[in-house]
């Protein structure tokens, strides 16, 4: 499975847009990407998925290139309850349309007043 | 309410004692999964399901056993529990469903073997 990079940390403001990039350079053919949400001692939320250019829900948007080596969630105006662990992940669609996730360490996004 | 559930919440156990954490869905997914969340080193799959009686080994399935012998449950079985099992567990289901990858994860179990 295509390894995936991602900030350790990133701070910002409430009203802010935050952009957290990923990086999966040997992403596959049959790969998909997923974002999720996690706060502490809770299990994580998906948020959004996408294959390739964009993509947006009420929650946030995924935009990939066209090489799809990286993607960036956007997050619009966040507020102090979006301070969480963000994860990307690539999700490996198996035989048989099941999936295989591997979570990366994730990005810590803080969100001050 | 759309879910997945887990039992216990909490639980603290011995060296050995064999334990089954429980993880039933109500939505009639057909892909479950086991994970275990650690400091340092994230969310690791332990095992996975795609539908009953079809399980298969995830990144780390030393010291645990599955079992799906009904669509809507899937327990976490450690036969011989040690200590470095002592850790945050989430079981998570979806659908077979091409269009959407999200996984649902339960609230988690957190397990201590001493």
């Known amino acids: 499975l295509a390894k995936t990079t991602q900030p350790i940390s990133m701070d910002s403001y409430e009203g802010q847009e935050v952009n957290i990039t990923c990086s999966h350079n040997?992403?596959?053919?049959?790969?998909?990407i997923t974002w999720y949400q996690q706060f502490p001692s809770q299990g994580p939320r998906f948020i959004i998925q996408?294959?390739?250019t964009k993509v947006t829900n009420e929650v946030a948007s995924l935009f990939i290139p066209a090489d799809r080596k990286s993607s960036t969630l956007s997050l619009p105006r966040v507020s102090l309850s979006d301070t969480a662990v963000y994860y990307c992940?690539?999700?490996?669609?198996?035989?048989?349309?099941?999936?295989?996730?591997?979570f990366g360490t994730g990005t810590q996004l803080k969100v001050e007043l | 309410e759309a879910q997945v559930t887990q039992n216990p919440r909490y639980l603290i156990t011995v060296t050995g004692k064999k334990l089954t954490v429980t993880c039933s869905q109500n939505?009639?997914?057909?892909?479950m999964s086991w994970y275990r969340q650690d400091p340092g080193l994230g969310l690791r799959q332990i095992y996975y399901?795609?539908?009953?009686?079809?399980?298969d080994k995830g990144d780390v399935p030393e010291g645990y056993k599955v079992s799906r012998k009904e669509k809507r449950n899937f327990p976490l079985i450690l036969e011989s529990p040690s200590p470095n099992q002592t850790s945050l567990y989430f079981c998570?289901?979806?659908?077979?469903?091409?269009?959407?990858?999200?996984?649902?994860f339960g609230s988690g179990t957190r397990l201590t073997v001493v």
């Open positions: 399901s795609m539908n009953v009686e079809v399980t």
């Open positions: 939505m009639n997914h057909e892909y």
């Open positions: 992940l690539v999700a490996r669609i198996l035989t048989g349309g099941g999936n295989k996730l591997t």
């Open positions: 996408g294959y390739k």
């Open positions: 040997n992403i596959a053919t049959n790969d998909y």
């Open positions: 998570a289901s979806r659908a077979q469903d091409r269009s959407n990858y999200g996984y649902t």
